[in-house]
């Protein structure tokens, strides 16, 4: 099993920047594409951002691009989701989640574990 965790959201004012990590734990880990997604409250859950352990690859949706970035630190088994310039747009659950499919793969239904979810909340 893979078992992941999320921690780091909270309540920010626009334009703020928040770190968001989820702690992956479980032998098969590093066979795993790591992703972020968020889901507003009636909004279908939307992919942000993803990267592999090994190579270190990465894959933003337009909307965070330039804005966010993902990493991991594999000695930690810890993936991180640094969030700058935040919108009130960028309001929402973010969960994060593990795939066998490459980093560029945005689909929910092709990930099979997920976090229980981090609160992130932009203000104007």
């Known amino acids: 099993q893979v078992q992941l965790v999320e921690s780091g959201g909270g309540l920010v004012q626009a334009g703020g920047s928040l770190r968001l990590s989820c702690a992956a734990s479980?032998?098969?880990?590093?066979?795993?594409?790591m992703g972020w997604f968020r889901q507003a409250p009636g909004k279908e859950r939307e992919f942000v951002a993803a990267i592999n352990w090994s190579g270190g690859n990465t894959y933003y949706s337009d909307s965070v691009k330039g804005r966010f970035t993902i990493s991991r630190d594999n000695a930690k088994n810890t993936v991180y989701l640094q969030m700058n310039s935040l919108k009130p747009e960028d309001t929402a659950v973010y969960y994060c989640?593990?795939?066998?499919?490459?980093?560029?793969?945005?689909?929910?239904?092709?990930?099979?574990?997920w976090g229980q979810g981090t609160q992130v909340t932009v203000s104007s």
């Open positions: 479980g032998r098969t880990v590093s066979r795993y594409t």
């Open positions: 989640a593990a795939s066998a499919y490459h980093v560029s793969n945005t689909e929910p239904d092709k990930y099979d574990y």
